[in-house]
């Protein structure tokens, strides 16, 4: 036996080395990773035992930039109405009026006419009702009912966002595409029922009484009131309860200077009237620009009607004094207008 260990422990001269087992380097797995955990948590110990260092920016360094806004108001609110439209989340009265599709399609082209072609300016804005109803009475003039439309933009914007639900004639809604439009932007029938429905839901009423007398009188009678009727409009709003508001536009009667009528293309088309201006049919579709003349637009003080009641539309005379006395006070001020103003384009 003695002879075999020495034999193993030397082997052609050289001793032999021997290794452990388990010497180090050749532990099991098990311990080596248990060894590893032990010293992870006494690492942690001892950062926790440590004060936190504190950060300091390097100098000059520039600050992380926040994402810029890349839409702007404009764009998110046409992406908001496109939202609405496609899902269905809008309304629309009882008389087809579409407020979200008005202020988003319909005036900003208007708007635009309004204050670079005909730079309107605005008087007695102070008179406009911020709540409630009334009822604006205006002059007609214009040869195309652009004067009901400035209006309309006047009022919503002097108000803050107060729509004109305007009484328009039949024709108006039977003409394809136009009566939609009218519809939509919050156009109904010149009706004492319309009109006092919408008056009594404290919606502001425009009503323009010339009717086509008035927006197609030929040029000689410009600024000259034509007859209001039989005062329906008064009786509208003796019923409701409202202020009757004049209103006085200048300048419209320029844009298209009606100087003949064919009478026979107007029966042909179902029109009242076929209009000849210096410059229309003449250059064709050019000839449809309307000239950009310099208009004002004057509302005047109100006419309250609240102390007469209901009962006073049985009676003619007051009927047609309240007319007479909102027709003189609409030519009074545009006489007046008319005075100081010093040129047709300038104003």
């Given amino acids: 036996m003695d002879d075999f260990e020495s034999e193993a422990e030397t082997v052609g001269g050289a001793e032999a080395q021997v290794i452990p087992l388990h010497g180090p380097g050749r532990e099991k797995p098990e311990a080596v990773r248990a060894e590893q955990d032990l010293r992870e948590v006494e690492v942690a110990r001892e950062a926790e035992a440590q004060p936190a260092a504190p950060v300091v920016a390097f100098p000059g360094a520039d600050q992380p930039a926040q994402a ?22 809008y309304t629309v009265d009882e008389f087809g009026f579409d407020a979200e599709l008005t202020d988003a399609v319909f005036l900003p082209p208007l708007r635009a006419l309004y204050k670079k072609w005909f730079r309107v300016d605005t008087f007695g804005v102070e008179n406009l009702p911020a709540s409630g109803g009334a009822l604006l009475v205006s002059n007609h003039s214009g040869t195309l ?46 009706c004492n029922a319309d009109a006092e429905r919408l008056l009594r839901k404290g919606e502001l009423v425009g009503v323009w009484p010339e009717g086509f007398k008035g927006v197609g009188k030929p040029f000689s009678s410009r600024y000259k009131l034509q007859r209001f009727g039989r005062g329906g409009f008064v009786s509208a709003a003796l019923r409701s309860g409202v202020p009757i508001i004049p209103v006085s536009v200048i300048g419209a009667e320029e844009i298209y200077p009606k100087i003949g009528d064919i009478k026979v293309l107007a029966r042909m088309f179902g029109l009242p009237y076929f209009p000849v201006t210096p410059f229309f049919p003449l250059l064709g579709p050019l000839g449809a620009i309307p000239l950009p003349t310099k208009w004002s637009i004057e509302f005047g003080e109100p006419i309250a009607t609240d102390s007469y009641g209901p009962e006073a539309v049985e009676d003619p005379m007051l009927v047609f004094q309240l007319t007479d006395q909102v027709r003189e006070s609409i030519q009074q001020t545009l006489y007046q207008r008319l005075s100081q103003r010093k040129s047709v384009f300038r104003g």
């Fill in 68 to 89: 810029p806004d890349i839409l702007s108001d404009a764009a998110r609110s046409a992406l908001g109405f496109l939202r609405d439209r496609l899902t269905g989340d």
């Fill in 145 to 190: 009912p652009l004067d009901s439309l400035m209006t309309a933009v006047a009022v919503h914007d002097e108000t803050g966002g107060r729509h004109l639900r305007g009484l328009g004639a039949d024709l108006v809604f039977q003409v394809p595409l136009v009566g939609s439009f009218a519809r939509k932007s919050g156009q109904t029938l010149a």
